[in-house]
């Protein structure tokens, strides 16, 4: 009877099988060439009742997959819309295959889709799909993002020329070549969206409370924000904005900003 590989081999044997997309025989066979040192696969397999070797740890292998397709499909609702089951299945496969996952959690298994989508030449509709995953990562991101501590509200009203502001920790500002925002909140609410055109799209995402909340931004209210979030005065932003973007952002359209990015708890002011 041949001797048993040691403990770390026969642990990398098992990972190597697990995670292998391919058929289960040539990942054993595979694995066992390069982690048993040349023993038998029978000294890290052995036969049940019903099942061979192979068929057994085929069981986990596959089990495998489905779990990492559970994570991506949690995580990214919207691209496995605009793919298909089969195509989300496909890209998976592919996916995990070039960015398995090495932690003991799989709420960070999702972030290299948006590059990973941007780079691929396998999957059509790259572009629109790789803004459609960067919305969705920010999302996680924001969701999972620890906060700096309570917030102080204070009424829209009481902002003056020389009020700087706090942004919320959560704050994330993305700047897209699609307008994906409106895609993800059609798929959420079960319609079936078309892929759309491209149109610029400027979003700002944080948290209040346990919601994600969602701003879409003119170019004006983008510029605006992004310079109060990095610590400017009031006065001081609102001047330094260029004609283009004063011109989209009039006075009723800076009010409502103001109302929603304070009241939300996206800036504080300080």
Same mark, same amino acid.
């Given at each position: 009877?041949?001797?048993?590989?040691?403990? =770390?081999?026969?642990?990398?044997?098992?990972?190597?099988?697990?995670?292998?997309?391919?058929?289960?025989?040539?990942?054993?066979?595979?694995?066992?060439?390069?982690?048993?040192?040349?023993?038998?696969?029978?000294?890290?397999?052995?036969?049940?009742?019903?099942?061979?070797?192979?068929?057994?740890?085929?069981? *986990?292998?596959?089990?495998?997959?489905?779990?990492?397709?559970?994570?991506?499909?949690?995580?990214?609702?919207?691209?496995?819309?605009?793919?298909?089951?089969?195509?989300?299945?496909?890209?998976?496969?592919?996916?995990?295959?070039?960015?398995?996952?090495?932690? *003991?959690?799989?709420?960070?298994?999702?972030?290299?889709?948006?590059?990973?989508?941007?780079?691929?030449?396998?999957?059509?509709?790259?572009?629109?799909?790789?803004?459609?995953? &960067?919305?969705?990562?920010?999302?996680?991101?924001?969701?999972?993002?620890?906060?700096?501590?309570?917030?102080? !509200?204070?009424?829209?009203?009481?902002?003056?020329?020389?009020?700087?502001?706090?942004?919320?920790?959560?704050?994330?500002?993305?700047?897209? !070549? *699609?307008?994906?925002?409106? *895609?993800?909140?059609?798929?959420?609410?079960?319609?079936?969206?078309?892929?759309?055109?491209?149109?610029?799209?400027?979003?700002?995402?944080? =948290?209040?409370?346990?919601?994600?909340?969602?701003?879409?931004?003119?170019?004006?209210?983008?510029?605006?924000? !992004?310079?109060?979030?990095?610590?400017?005065?009031?006065?001081?932003?609102?001047?330094?904005? &260029?004609?283009?973007?004063? =011109?989209?952002?009039?006075? !009723?359209?800076?009010?409502?900003?103001?109302?929603?990015?304070?009241?939300?708890?996206?800036?504080?002011?300080?």
């Amino acid at each position: 009877m041949a001797e048993a590989a040691p403990l =770390r081999r026969l642990q990398r044997f098992v990972q190597a099988v697990v995670v292998h997309p391919g058929e289960t025989g040539r990942a054993a066979a595979a694995a066992a060439r390069k982690e048993l040192g040349g023993r038998p696969l029978t000294t890290a397999l052995v036969p049940g009742r019903t099942l061979t070797a192979v068929e057994r740890i085929g069981i *986990y292998q596959g089990m495998y997959l489905l779990r990492m397709h559970d994570a991506l499909a949690a995580d990214y609702p919207g691209l496995k819309h605009a793919l298909g089951d089969d195509g989300f299945r496909d890209f998976v496969r592919a996916y995990v295959q070039r960015h398995p996952s090495t932690r *003991y959690t799989l709420n960070r298994l999702g972030d290299h889709v948006p590059g990973y989508l941007a780079r691929s030449r396998r999957v059509p509709g790259g572009r629109f799909l790789a803004d459609l995953a &960067r919305l969705e990562l920010a999302v996680t991101e924001v969701f999972d993002a620890e906060t700096s501590g309570p917030l102080r !509200r204070i009424r829209p009203a009481s902002i003056g020329e020389s009020t700087t502001f706090r942004a919320s920790s959560t704050l994330r500002f993305l700047s897209l !070549r *699609y307008p994906v925002g409106v *895609y993800l909140d059609a798929v959420r609410e079960r319609r079936s969206p078309r892929i759309p055109r491209p149109a610029p799209a400027r979003i700002a995402l944080w =948290r209040s409370g346990l919601s994600v909340r969602r701003l879409d931004l003119s170019p004006g209210a983008d510029a605006l924000l !992004r310079r109060l979030a990095a610590g400017h005065r009031l006065g001081d932003a609102l001047r330094s904005l &260029r004609p283009r973007h004063r =011109r989209d952002l009039p006075e !009723r359209a800076i009010v409502q900003l103001f109302r929603t990015a304070v009241s939300g708890g996206m800036l504080v002011p300080v």
